[in-house]
């Protein structure tokens, strides 16, 4: 089964607004935005357009890594942006920006698992001695659309550590591996980060599992219903700081936004059921987030919000719609990151 993603981050800073749910009763939904306009279906991909900025240096941080004998997750700043639960290497980079929300310093956290299954040969129930992730952190000018490749810096190399012996994978055995390292980024940009949100690693577990199983089923019915007006108000912030991070132009926005619009215009997309699934804190505590918790490793670490379409060739393709919660402090509710 092809599996295609759609990331949705959500941030829940900014300012709450009281608005009616469909009973039309005053009930404060749990996301809600901070948008500066009134974003509609209609109107969004314009404003989505609009927040496009460019510069005359464009910082561009990515990562290549070459991997053996384990599955892997990383993370920029404590929040996942690339899971890779699948067999063979990767040759593409990793851009690390859409999680750089302004200049200082920043961090690359990877993961290890054991590589449960291969094409060829069995799989392992662990980590092994001949486990390897090596990382290569780059940086280059993504406005030189001539010569940016050419003159990228090598700005880090990390390789996972070994045993005494120097050979060794040091987590040889282990179901689990993590390491994390810091590097100093300059960016054109500040975006509103996650300094002031909530710590809702302070949030009793039970409440907490509560509050976010409403913000999910929210959005489940919000995609499932076709309200794509409230789909795009409320991803809208989550949008643009990805357009003015990323450096993108108005072709890959509009490429985007025809992605989101397939949740709600694509007849044969339908929405899975909400369940099986186990709340994550990222970022240190500041972001929750509901990820499924079945093995099949074409769904392991997936958002529990997801459905089935069907693709030209008449296969089944998978959609995951990954929400990310922030609390802003002195709030109550999620927005999206």
Aim: net charge neutral; with cysteine; hydrophobic share 35%.
């Amino acid at each position: 089964m092809k599996i295609k993603y759609i990331i949705l981050l959500t941030l829940f800073g900014l300012g709450a607004c009281k608005q009616k749910n469909n009973s039309m009763d005053n009930t404060v939904p749990p996301i809600t935005d901070s948008n500066k306009e009134k974003i509609t279906a209609e109107n969004a991909l314009q404003n989505q357009i609009k927040a496009i900025k460019r510069y005359a240096d464009e910082p561009l941080y990515y990562i290549y890594v070459n991997h053996e004998q384990c599955f892997f997750q990383v993370l920029v700043n404590d929040i996942p942006v690339f899971n890779y639960f699948e067999d063979g290497g990767i040759m593409s980079p990793i851009i690390l920006n859409n999680y750089i929300s302004h200049s200082g310093k920043q961090t690359i956290t990877y993961k290890l698992y054991p590589q449960t299954k291969r094409t060829y040969g069995e799989g392992f129930n662990t980590l092994t001695p001949y486990t390897k992730f090596d990382v290569k952190l780059y940086v280059r000018n993504n406005a030189d659309t001539v010569n940016g490749f050419d003159n990228q810096k090598l700005l880090l190399t990390n390789h996972a550590a070994t045993k005494t012996d120097g050979k060794s994978f040091i987590g040889d055995g282990k179901d689990y591996y993590e390491y994390t390292l810091a590097f100093e980024a300059k960016v054109p940009y500040k975006l509103k980060g996650l300094e002031d949100s909530e710590d809702l690693a302070k949030i009793a577990p039970a409440e907490l599992l509560k509050k976010t199983e409403l913000a999910y089923k929210y959005i489940w019915d919000i995609i499932n219903n076709k309200k794509s007006s409230e789909y795009f108000r409320l991803k809208h912030e989550a949008n643009t700081n990805q357009i003015i991070s990323e450096y993108v132009n108005s072709e890959f926005v509009k490429e985007s936004f025809l992605e989101d619009e397939f949740l709600f215009k694509d007849a044969s997309f339908k929405l899975e059921p909400l369940k099986d699934y186990k709340p994550i804190l990222y970022a240190n505590g500041k972001v929750v987030c509901l990820e499924q918790t079945s093995e099949d490793l074409r769904l392991k670490r997936e958002s529990s919000i997801w459905g089935k379409s069907k693709n030209e060739k008449g296969g089944t393709e998978a959609t995951f719609i990954k929400l990310y919660l922030h609390i802003p402090k002195g709030k109550d509710t999620f927005e999206i990151l």
